[in-house]
């Protein structure tokens, strides 16, 4: 939940590994794993928005990296994550992000055909809209 809204559920494994939303993003990197390598952490820059004001369009906007043109003025409405994210996941788990669902205009292929920037896709987005990156080779299971 971000500013009294939900802006992003879904299934646990995938939002832990590829989060669709940028705070979601942040909030991942706001606290250290607590196996593997030591990783630096970027946390969520700025702070919340006063809830006494009416927020205009994403209440995320001044603290998102990934803010564009439609951002300070459309307010982002709960829809499916982009095609292709948590693909790759989903198959090998052999469930589906069905009932995934995310607040946030880059998800949008009409207002970005491009499709995701690489930092949201956590390595696992599938085949998605042009411009993505292709998955890694999947891993055979011993
Ligand atoms: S809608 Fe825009 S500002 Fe809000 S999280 Fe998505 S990219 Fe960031």
Known sequence: M????????????QMGTAPAHPYTAGLL???PELLGERQSLHGVPGSPPDLRQPIRGCAFTPRCG????????????LGPPAPGLGAAESARRRDSPAGWRVAC?????ELRPEGLPAALTGGLAGPGPAGREPDPPAKENP
């Open 2 to 13: 971000y500013a009294g809204e939900i802006v992003e559920y879904g299934p646990s494994v």
């Open 29 to 31: 990197h706001s606290f």
């Open 66 to 77: 990934f803010a564009f043109e439609p951002c300070s003025s459309v307010h982002p409405a």
């Open 105 to 109: 205009h880059l998800h949008n292929p």
